[in-house]
């Protein structure tokens, strides 16, 4: 598997609507996506971590470069105070 940790910086009084974005995924049937995760932390409620995994890094990359997940990436973007802070790389476990 292959994916990437976000680091977020919600804008205040947004993160209700980030969660909303964020179902959205769930729903969509993204090709080779396997799960995605959104933690809050305890220490700023404004600080959120994504992790979301694909099958490989090709689909990881197909998704990428997807005109459409730019677009759902512009809706989180308009919900953040600041850019992501992304992380790449191999999933090398993951247990359910």
Same mark, same amino acid.
């Given at each position: 598997?292959?994916?990437?940790?976000?680091?977020?910086?919600?804008?205040?009084?947004?993160?209700?609507?980030?969660? #909303?974005?964020?179902? =959205?995924?769930? !729903?969509?049937?993204?090709?080779?996506?396997?799960?995605?995760?959104?933690? &809050?932390?305890? @220490?700023?409620p404004?600080?959120?971590?994504?992790?979301?995994?694909?099958?490989?890094?090709?689909?990881?990359?197909?998704?990428? #470069?997807?005109?459409? =997940?730019?677009a !759902?990436?512009?809706?989180?973007?308009?919900?953040?105070?600041?850019?992501? &802070?992304?992380? @790449?790389?191999?999933?090398?476990?993951?247990?359910?």
């Open positions: 598997m292959y994916g990437t940790i976000a680091k977020l910086n919600v804008a205040p009084g947004k993160l209700d609507e980030l969660l #909303e974005v964020m179902k =959205q995924y769930d !729903r969509l049937g993204i090709p080779g996506m396997r799960w995605s995760h959104l933690y &809050q932390s305890d @220490d700023d404004n600080v959120c971590w994504l992790a979301v995994a694909f099958d490989n890094r090709a689909s990881y990359r197909a998704n990428a #470069e997807n005109p459409e =997940q730019n !759902r990436y512009q809706a989180m973007r308009a919900l953040l105070a600041a850019d992501p &802070q992304w992380h @790449d790389g191999v999933v090398l476990q993951s247990i359910a």
